[in-house]
């Protein structure tokens, strides 16, 4: 009996104790439970973004789906881009029509948003950088000559393409004018245009006429006689430029032509016979259609026969009284500004006439492009 007593009370014993353990323990994990979920409402970390992916499709479509942002590494597909040609196409296009269905169709695009429209003629315009012209056909074609090296062009304009190139004094046959100044020529068989302005009716006089003294028969023989003549003789002056060279200016001189006259260094005791020389003769140039150049004489070096001061003294007093219609070159200040060399110092050699010469043209072009604005 006693036996017994003991054993029912180590019973109760053990089942308070098993009863006071399975307390604490579901104590515990309800407590863990709260802590997880609070976390997972604070900092929802990667583990649970997986978890609401892989669950989204166990939503119902009454609850609202949890949005998961892709992989960092997955590239996006890229929309085409259009060409520059489709470009208008594309902004003409309705705004349904994406970027990417332009580039896919571009001939389709582009026929909806181009019409062919037949219209005469007269009514056609002519493309923006080509001027429209009328041509007025000759009866009879007539025989015209360029005044300089021209372009000949497939049209009445300098934005239609060339064909050849004609130097200057070429003959030329002409069968219309057009309604812009042009002259319609034929060439080889088929039309062609050239610049009215650079045509004549008269065999054009050689574009430079230089006349002077030695000088100028070694500026010859430094840059050539291409479109170019020479009435020059070494060591003479002032009767030399009266007895022979003026009159035979008139068989290379003529409409257009640019005379560049060059004496006074083997005598500049005669400036006031040369200004007299020109100035009588400047109307008749003039109604040629000869432009008229004086260039200065130009300085010495060690030269026992003149001074730069008897030069300077001369170029002073025609500059100042020749016609106000013979242009001055001032070759004298651009010498001695950028420097020259002289084997004997009169003469030059061969890289200063050049220079010297190029001198002359700069300011001969820069008088002709002021004269036509």
Known sequence: ???????????????????????????????????????????????????AEENVADISPEETPVTVEEPSDVIPEAAPVATEEQADAVSEASPETTAEDAAAAPEEVSQTTTEDVCVTPEETAAPPDQAAYLVTEFETPIRMYTTATVNVRTGAGTDYDKVTRLSWGSEATVTGQTSNGWFEVAMDGTLAFIRGDYMTADMPGTPYVFVGDSRTVQLKMAVGTTDKAYIAEVGEGYSYFKNTALPAISNYAGSGTKMIINFGVNDLANASKYISLVNNN?????????????????????????????????????????????????GYSYLTQTGFSTPDGLHYNSDTYR???????????????????
């Open 1 to 51: 009996m006693k036996k017994s007593n003991i054993n029912v009370r180590n019973l109760i014993i053990l089942s308070s104790f098993a009863a006071v353990f399975s307390l604490c323990t579901l104590s515990a994990v309800g407590k863990d439970r709260q802590d997880v979920a609070r976390a997972a409402e604070i900092t929802p970390g990667p583990l649970f973004a997986e978890t």
């Open 355 to 373: 220079s010297l010469y190029a001198y002359y043209m700069s300011v001969i072009c820069g008088a002709a492009q002021a004269s036509e604005l």
């Open 282 to 330: 400047i109307d008749a140039w003039t109604e040629a259609g000869i432009t008229v150049y004086y260039a200065a004489v130009t300085p010495v070096g060690n030269c026992t026969s003149v001074t730069n001061a008897q030069i300077e003294s001369f170029n002073a007093k025609l500059q100042s009284e020749l016609d106000p219609r013979v242009k001055w070159i001032d």
